[in-house]
């Protein structure tokens, strides 16, 4: 079992990682958009959002790890077939989804801790809030919350299909290294 990347392959905690992470950013998208249509007196109105916090907190664990995991297991090289403009995409756009995704979850956390209340994780520990009181922090964090969480919903979907034109367009192993199949390079 490769657990950690090779220069040539991911290894089965890099793709477990990123993996996990796109199912949590489009489950957390849904279940965002779906909590907000709730009404005060649907069963779900106060349970969807502790549930979106619980996630999203545990999401932001995840991400730290992902980046160490970068440190300890650097991710493979590119494919020799890459042109260079793809390999310039390519960093930029994993770059960008960090990037964003890290603003996604601190401006969720800037929402949820507004009003000086921490928040409970699935009723296992509190992550206390630090910065409160600051006049309209839940509004403006709310509305970078929303565009941040389209916006990496559009890279993810253009990252998707870049790796659907690997694999169908271009013949190579970009979408089979990332779901851990230990190919020959091409």
Not at 10 to 30: D, K, N, P, R
Not at 167 to 177: Q, V
């Amino acid at each position: 079992m490769l657990l950690k990347n090779t220069s040539t392959h991911f290894g089965h905690i890099s793709v477990l990682i990123h993996w996990l992470v796109a199912l949590a950013v489009y489950g957390m998208f849904a279940l965002g958009l779906w909590m907000v249509t709730l009404s005060y007196y649907d069963t779900w109105y106060h349970r969807a959002p502790e549930l979106h916090k619980s996630i999203g907190i545990c999401l932001f664990i995840v991400m730290v790890i992902r980046v160490i995991w970068l440190f300890i297991s650097p991710p493979p090289k590119a494919l020799a077939s890459y042109s260079p403009l793809t390999r310039i995409g390519s960093k930029l756009m994993h770059h960008t989804l960090y990037i964003v995704l890290f603003g996604i979850l601190a401006s969720g956390y800037l929402i949820s801790t507004a009003e000086g209340d921490p928040i409970s994780i699935f009723g296992w520990f509190e992550v206390p809030a630090t910065l409160t009181a600051q006049g309209i922090q839940a509004d403006t964090a709310g509305v970078i919350h929303l565009y941040l969480a389209w916006i990496v919903v559009v890279l993810s979907l253009l990252h998707g299909l870049a790796a659907f034109k690997h694999h169908f367009i271009d013949h190579d192993l970009t979408l089979k290294r990332m779901f851990g199949f230990n190919s020959d390079e091409k």
